[in-house]
């Protein structure tokens, strides 16, 4: 197989394991979003105080997280 074919395939392998997570993931936090959760005061107090949660990925664990070349 020449490399170019070798770089498609490897494309298409992130392209299908990306869909395929953010398939995982929608329906994961639909049904989290659907889910009642139960907060204690204290962790109330902490979301009401920090409302922005900033959160970061890991670049080296594919297929679930990775940068590629767009970012």
Excluded at 29 to 48: M, V
Excluded at 52 to 68: G, L, R, S, T, Y
Aim: proline letters at 4%; one cysteine or more.
């Amino acid at each position: 197989m020449s490399n170019g074919l070798i770089g498609v395939f490897r494309i298409s392998k992130r392209v299908c394991y990306t869909k395929l997570m953010c398939v995982v993931l929608a329906c994961f936090f639909s049904a989290i979003a659907r889910a009642e959760i139960q907060l204690t005061a204290e962790e109330q107090a902490y979301l009401t105080q920090h409302p922005i949660i900033k959160i970061a990925n890991d670049p080296d664990w594919e297929p679930f997280e990775f940068v590629d070349e767009d970012g």
